[in-house]
C-alpha cells in the first residue's frame, strides 16, 4: 500500500511512523525547507498522551520535558497578581501530562521516522486526480505521485483539504482572537526572567514569557480583534498592539523576528461534516482544529494519527478503514471544541472584571477540594477516544 502524507507536522510525522512500520510505501512532503522546529510550549495530555504511551515515545518526551511547577500571572510591574500551581493540573490529570515545546514533539516524531520514508521538504502537493482504484497527486516540484492513500496533515489552513474539499471559509470558525509566537536568545532578559514561567494579568490581550534551554525565551501572544484578517506586517502588528503591557514585555518585543521564525495566526476551529472521501483523509488541525483555548491540538492530532492508523491495519477496504476513523474521532472532537469556546474567557478576560474572577478562581484552586474540581474544568475534555 502507498500513502502520500501532505505535512511533517505532528499529525504527519505520527502518520508516516506508524504508516511506514505497518509495512507502507510513504512518502511525506512538507511546504517548508526544514523540519519546522520553531513554536512554543505546549501541554500534552488526553489522548495524545495515551496514544504516545502505546507508541513507546514518553521517555523521549520526559527528556526533551520542562518542569512548570506554576504559571505567575504578572502585572506592569513584574509583581505576581494570580498563579496557575501546575502541581493541581497534574495531579487531577494523575500525572499524565508533559509540558514541551511544539518543536521538540516534532522533533521527537521526525527521530523516529526510517530510511524509508521518502522526505521531500520545499515540496507540496497542487493538484489531486481521485479515482476508484487510486489517487494520483501533482506535486508542485512537477512529479507526480500514484498510490491507495492521499493525507492531509497540513494544518489549519491545509491546501488539501481545499483540493478535496472546497473552501476553508465552508470550515473555519474563527474564535475573535490572534495569536503569535517566537523564541529568542538575550542572556540579559532571561536573568531578569530568571526560572519563572510568566503570563501578564491583563484585558483582552497578554503576553507570556517562558524561560527555555540555551538561554532563550519563548514568547507567546494573544489579543482580542474582530478582524480575523492577517496582518500584512505581523512582526511591526506585534509590537504595536502589545507594547503597553510593561513588565518586561517590551524588552521581548524588540526581539520580535520576521514570519517565519514569527508564527502568527488567528485563533480558529475547524468544523467539518466529514474528513475523508474514498482515497484522501485529513487528520490533525486540518479537520479537527480545537484551537489553543482547548489546549489539545497537538495532543489530537497525535491520537488522530494513531487512530487512523490502527482502522486502516484493521481494515484492507481503505474507504471502510476512513469511514470508522471519523466515525470514532468525531464527537470526541466536537466535545473538546465546545469546551475551548467555553475557556476564551478565562484565557483572555474581556474586562476587569472577569480579570479579577479569575484572580479568586486561581486564589481558590489553592483550596483542597475546589482544587480539583477547578483544574478538571481547566483539561475539560482531557478524556480519550472511544
Ligand atoms: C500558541 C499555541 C499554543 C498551543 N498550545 C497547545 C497545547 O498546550 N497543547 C496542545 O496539545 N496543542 C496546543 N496547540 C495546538 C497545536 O500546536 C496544534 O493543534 C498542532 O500543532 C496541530 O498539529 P498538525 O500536525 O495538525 O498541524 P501542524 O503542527 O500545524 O503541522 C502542519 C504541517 O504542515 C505543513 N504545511 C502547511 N501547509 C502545507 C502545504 N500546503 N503543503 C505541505 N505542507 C504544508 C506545515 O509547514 C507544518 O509543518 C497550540 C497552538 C498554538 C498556536
Known sequence: MRALICGAGIAGLTLAWLLD??????QLVERANSLRREGYMIDFFGPGF??????????????LAYTITELNYVDRSGRPRAALDYKVMFNSLDGRLISLLRGDLALA????????????????????DERAEGVTATLTDGTRWSGDL???????????????????????????????????????LRKKLGEQFAITDSVDKTVGLYPIRNERIAVFTAHRTRDSAIPADPRTAVQATY????????????Q?????????????????PRWTTDRVALVGDACQAVSLLAGQGASLAVAGAQLLASELANEANVT????????????PVADKQAAGRRTAEWFLPSTPRRLLLRRLALRAMALPGLDRLLSSRLVAGAGGIP
Not at 512500520?21 to 510513504?26: F, L, Y
Not at 495515551?50 to 527528556?63: H, I, W
Open 21 to 26: 512500520r505497518m509495512g507502507w510505501d510513504v
Open 50 to 63: 495515551d496514544a504516545a504511551e502505546t507508541m513507546g515515545l514518553l521517555p523521549r518526551l520526559r527528556e
Open 109 to 128: 516524531l521526525y527521530e523516529r521516522l526510517s530510511q524509508r520514508v521518502v522526505q521531500s521538504y520545499g515540496c507540496s502537493v497542487q493538484a489531486l
Open 150 to 188: 492521499v493525507i492531509g496533515a497540513d494544518g489549519i489552513h491545509s491546501a488539501i483539504r481545499e483540493l478535496a474539499f472546497g473552501l476553508e471559509s465552508n470550515y473555519l470558525r474563527y474564535l475573535g482572537i490572534h495569536t503569535a509566537a517566537y523564541t529568542f536568545a538575550d542572556p540579559v
Open 243 to 254: 507594547s503597553d503591557l510593561g513588565w518586561l514585555v517590551p524588552d521581548a518585543l524588540a
Open 256 to 272: 520580535c523576528p520576521d514570519p517565519p521564525a514569527l508564527y502568527y495566526d488567528q485563533v480558529s476551529q475547524i468544523e467539518m
Open 320 to 331: 471502510h478503514a476512513l469511514s470508522h476513523y471519523t466515525k470514532r474521532m468525531a464527537a
